[in-house]
């Protein structure tokens, strides 16, 4: 059944579409966006580090993006710079470490770009197991912990006083975050994971009118782009990330219409 | 009552240090079950972060603070939702609690805003806004409530309105109600311990003592202080929460 590298593309791909859908939902209600952008970066040096040891790509991945949350947390102790300077410093340093590390790694067969934008002929068997599995382990403790979780994002102080342990299980979202990014790197490409989380969520926004739906519609529309993603990068030979996204930024534009529809029925 | 003497939080000499001053210093209270407390004071007297403290949301940096129940609710000062959450009332009303439609529509009913239950938060006026999270807190059915100007952008009526929703919640479900609150009139006619504060406690005690207390009449002034009586108006008709008349 998954003999085809474009059916297997396509079965991991949707599998992440359906993780990014609510993760890409509560990364825009929390202003998170940049926070996403910053582990997708530190994920090039995870990549470099899983090449360099022989390790799996999506654990050393993960690993380093959970260090990278918990450097945050202690810089934010340590100095007053704005949330936003210190995922800069951290972003651009470790991009810039993975480079340099790879630079030693010459060695060893390559594909930066297919790292940078996302490879869908390297999608092997394994991956699809990961990214299913994995994402179905993500999505059970997203379900557990949505209520805390959300209570926390329309306000920190009401969650905390009302007894919803909102530091706790910000701490597990940030690790979740880090997951999907790990398990979407093959798929999308480092530089444009975020994308797949927050465009999709975005699109959603605009039509639709409670928290739930907006999810479902986000893990739609995210679906949507990947499978429609892949097919024209499989027609024009481009990359699978990029095509998958500006599929995505297509349903987001037209995801506006209904807005304006609505605007000029009012008036 | 007996219950009367549940004792629900305590706060022992506390005090709240942010760099370069003390936010609040010295405040002792407690706060049973079917008692009202009212923090009054100017702005940046330290009304919220007394009761950001009672909420465990502040540590005390000095004294202690001790709470004797979990059940709580709260209505913070101020609360600004994205427009990136769609967010509905009746969303809202489940944020901490699971709740079927029938009670979310009772717990409404209550604050007399039922009719909102479909409608997006952001659409909401101030006044509706502040009936939507009392009616959230009283879902809760808490043991402990801590209202932070409660009624601030409701309308007169509104206000003596949900000033009696309040003092019903606390006879109905007999819960202990921290209050911060800038209306004199209600302050000193429905509740039974007052905590003035400015920094520190300048004077606390029943609202009877307080109103001759020569710290509150300094605080107040000598006009506002005695401004005492609960103005209440003769009306041949009522009005529901959206102006219509009935009667």
Sequence with gaps: ?267 | MSSKNNLLVNLENAGVYKSPKWLIRGVSLEVKSGQIVTLIGPNGSGKTTTAKMVLSILEPDEGSMKRYTDKIAYVPQKINIDWTMPLRVVDFMRLTNYLSDNEVIESLNQTGVENLFNEQIHGLSGGEFQRVLLARAIAKKPELLVLDEPVQGVDFNGEIDLYNIIKNISTNLNCGILLVSHDLHFVMSATDHVVCLNGHICCSGKPSAIIKDKAYIELFGEHRSKTLTYYQHDHDHTHNSDGSVSN
């Design chain 1, 1 to 267: 059944m998954f003999d085809d590298f474009f059916t297997r593309a396509l079965v991991t791909g949707i599998g992440i579409a359906i993780i990014t859908g609510p993760l890409g939902c509560l990364v825009i209600w929390r202003r998170l966006s940049y926070f996403g952008d910053t582990l997708a970066h530190s994920a090039l040096l995870g990549v470099t580090l899983a090449y360099a040891f022989s390790l799996n790509i999506a654990f050393s991945v993960f690993v380093i993006s959970a260090v990278i949350a918990l450097l945050l947390l202690n810089l934010q102790k340590r100095t007053r710079l704005a949330g936003d300077s210190l995922l800069g410093l951290l972003a651009h340093s470790t991009l810039a470490i993975g480079l340099v590390l790879i630079g030693f790694l010459s060695s060893i067969r390559f594909d930066i770009m297919g790292l940078l934008f996302g490879d869908i002929l390297s999608v092997t068997v394994e991956d699809i197991a990961l990214v299913w599995i994995g994402g179905f382990i993500i999505l059970v403790i997203l379900y557990f912990i949505w209520k805390s979780l959300f209570s926390a994002t329309v306000n920190f102080d009401l969650a905390f006083a009302e007894g919803m342990q909102p530091n706790v299980y910000n701490m597990i979202f940030t690790l979740l975050l880090a997951g999907v990014i790990a398990l979407s790197i093959k798929m999308i490409g480092t530089l444009l994971i975020t994308g797949l989380l927050i465009i999709p969520a975005a699109a959603s926004r605009n039509i639709t009118n409670n928290p739930k739906q907006m999810v479902f519609v986000a893990i739609l529309i995210g679906i949507l782009s990947v499978t429609i993603g892949l097919f024209t990068s499989l027609e024009l030979n481009t990359s699978s990330g990029p095509s998958i996204i500006v599929i995505a930024i297509i349903l987001f534009i037209i995801s506006l219409i209904p807005l304006e529809l609505r605007g000029k029925l009012q008036k």
